[in-house]
């Protein structure tokens, strides 16, 4: 288990990656939301997560789950709309799972969680053209990863990231069925959803920021199986 302070010190650095990296993206997927939704899904996530970013910059102090909250609230009065309440509420509320600080298994509550919360305020399930689709992918891939394959968390991640980018994917050949988009009706059929592309996003930056305190292969997709430890020579298996 990674200690304390390093898992402080990875959280403000996930922070930072996130707000740079949704900064970085905020014309494509205005781009994106222009198409189907209000084009503002942009502007709102880099705004928020620059502040959730900002709020723990210098936070040496707080535990690992106090700044994992502290980042919720700040979502939730810096991201306007309904945004707000589904990230940073969903965040905050996913924070409880941490009492013992970051480890494979309260990450794993941790994702089931926010995907529970994410499902809940948003009334979304799975097919629904949503966030949820990279979301739901992604979560049961760490968790079966973790649980059933035993690997370790950097790799369940690299899975996990694959699988939400699948999950994007996904979002383009149907109907959205939620929020300003399900207006359009099959109009809305051929678009990429924006919600699930920055959580494909957000990822792909918590798999950057993990890759350099975790050891594990990141060099995989989310159907790989699992690779032994030890691969037996050909006289083994010739025996």
Do not use: C
């Amino acid at each position: 288990m990674v200690d304390e302070e390093t898992q402080q010190e990875a959280i403000r650095a996930a922070a930072e990656a996130v707000a740079d990296r949704l900064e970085a993206e905020k014309e494509y997927l205005t781009e994106l939301d222009s198409a189907i939704g209000d084009a503002d899904h942009g502007s709102n996530l880099a705004r928020g997560f620059r502040a959730a970013a900002d709020a723990v910059k210098d936070d040496t102090e707080s535990t690992p789950q106090e700044l994992v909250k502290k980042m919720g609230v700040t979502l939730i009065s810096k991201v306007g709309g309904a945004s707000g309440p589904l990230y940073g509420g969903s965040i905050m509320s996913a924070s409880q799972t941490l009492d013992d600080g970051v480890t494979a298994e309260t990450s794993v509550a941790f994702a089931e969680a926010y995907l529970e919360k994410v499902k809940d305020r948003g009334d979304a399930q799975l097919g629904a053209k949503t966030m949820v689709d990279a979301l739901t992918p992604a979560v049961h891939t760490y968790k079966k990863s973790i649980e059933v394959d035993d690997l370790p968390p950097l790799t369940a991640l690299a899975k996990s990231t694959a699988a939400a980018e699948r999950g994007v994917e996904f979002t383009v050949p149907i109907r959205a069925q939620k929020g300003r988009a399900s207006y359009l009706g099959w109009r809305s059929v051929g678009h990429q959803d924006p919600g699930a592309t920055s959580t494909w996003f957000i990822m792909q930056e918590l798999l950057s920021v993990a890759d350099d305190y975790l050891d594990g292969e990141t060099d995989v997709d989310a159907r790989s199986p699992t690779i032994p430890d030890e691969t037996p020579d050909a006289d083994e298996d010739d025996a």
